[in-house]
């Protein structure tokens, strides 16, 4: 079992930064791939970006490459999100979550656990 908390969220103005973070329990964190997605009212949850276990691999989602970075710390079993030039549009709840695979993946069922997520607003 893991549990995922996320921080970090808040309202930003237009072209500012937030770094998210996500601690997770558990002793098997660095086994793990993580994801970060994102839910804005009325819509779907979306994929954000995602890192493999051992953070050789990361993965972003179109609209928010060159802006957003993924990292982790497997140390501290935490995983990060710096986002930086934000737009009205990122506005939404964050979400982090861990697939017991250690590749990562853009689908959400193929992730096991998930946070419960932290509210990011960006102000026009």
């Known amino acids: 079992q893991v549990q995922l908390v996320e921080s970090g969220g808040g309202l930003v103005q237009t072209g500012g930064s937030l770094r998210l973070s996500c601690a997770a329990s558990?002793?098997?964190?660095?086994?793990?791939?993580m994801g970060w997605f994102r839910q804005a009212p009325g819509k779907e949850r979306r994929f954000v970006t995602s890192?493999?276990?051992?953070?050789?691999?990361?993965y972003y989602a179109d609209s928010v490459k060159g802006r957003f970075t993924i990292s982790r710390d497997n140390a501290k079993n935490t995983v990060y999100l710096q986002m930086d030039s934000l737009k009205p549009e990122d506005t939404a709840v964050y979400y982090c979550?861990?697939?017991?695979?250690?590749?990562?993946?853009?689908?959400?069922?193929?992730?096991?656990?998930w946070g419960q997520g932290t509210q990011v607003t960006v102000s026009s």
């Open positions: 979550a861990a697939t017991v695979a250690r590749s990562s993946s853009t689908l959400p069922a193929s992730y096991a656990y």
């Open positions: 890192i493999s276990w051992n953070g050789g691999n990361t």
């Open positions: 558990g002793r098997t964190f660095s086994s793990y791939a």
